[in-house]
T-cell receptor, first 111, second 113 residues
Framework: EADIYQTPRYLVIGTGKKITLECSQT?????MYWYQQDPGMELHLIHYSYGVNSTEKGDLSSESTVSRIRTEHFPLTLESARPSHTSQYLC??????????FGSGTRLTVV | AQSVTQLGSHVSVSEGALVLLRCNYS??????LFWYVQYPNQGLQLLLK??????LVKGINGFEAEFKKSETSFHLTKPSAHMSDAAEYFCAVSDRRQGNLIFGKGTKLSVKP
């Protein structure tokens, strides 16, 4: 079944650690997105990609980085996690005109 | 530039009552419009979308929305609220060239027994 997967679902990690949030989709979509969302709050676009080797920063400045080496994979990396990075991170992919398909999200807590 | 305004960050209704969540958009070109629902600790799930076919769009879980160009609105309705409808709802507009979505700030729907 075509879908989009995010792992881990929950992550508690210490300050200064390097972390990678995984996002994979099986739909063959060229466009992929990362959003940051605090509980009950609006979505903030932090990164997007229009295809392999294409990555752009979004509207909200973020210390994270992304890569797009394969169409199906769009991981997000934080080199040194801080408590201010505590949030939910949502990955999405899209086919033009059909809207976005979202993953279930990763809830990150940095202690 | 395109934008979306959701009127009311929090809407509370009684079970069985009409649900009305308001969304107004701004777009210089005919838009595509979407409603998404988000349950706690989950991603967003597509409820329905308008892509220039019928102006009244029916979605999942008994929701529907009507595209009104003259009012630049795309309000979401459901005739009878259920407890399971309690969630956050996001309206979004898409430009037809790139297909990127612009999201509203969301409306939290509470359903009272």
């Amino acid at each position: 079944e075509a879908d989009i997967y995010q792992t881990p679902r929950y992550l508690v990690i210490g300050t200064g650690k390097k972390i990678t949030l995984e996002c994979s989709q099986t739909m063959g979509h060229d466009k992929m997105y990362w959003y940051q969302q605090d509980p009950g709050m609006e979505l903030h676009l932090i990164h997007y990609s229009y295809g392999v080797n294409s990555t752009e920063k979004g509207d909200l400045s973020s210390e994270s980085t992304v890569s797009r080496i394969r169409t199906e994979h769009f991981p997000l990396t934080l080199e040194s996690a801080r408590p201010s990075h505590t949030s939910q991170y949502l990955c999405a992919s899209s086919e033009v005109y059909y809207g976005y398909t979202f993953g279930s999200g990763t809830r990150l807590t940095v202690v | 530039a395109q934008s979306v305004t959701q009127l009311g960050s929090h809407v509370s209704v009684s079970e069985g009552a009409l649900v009305l969540l308001r969304c107004n958009y701004s777009s210089s070109v005919p838009p595509y419009l979407f409603w998404y629902v988000q349950y706690p600790n989950q991603g967003l799930q597509l409820l329905l979308k308008y892509t220039s076919a019928a102006t009244l769009v029916k979605g999942i879980n008994g929701f529907e929305a009507e595209f009104k160009k003259s009012e630049t609105s795309f309000h979401l309705t459901k005739p009878s609220a259920h407890m399971s409808d309690a969630a956050e709802y996001f309206c979004a507009v898409s430009d037809r060239r790139q297909g990127n979505l612009i999201f509203g700030k969301g409306t939290k729907l509470s359903v009272k027994p």
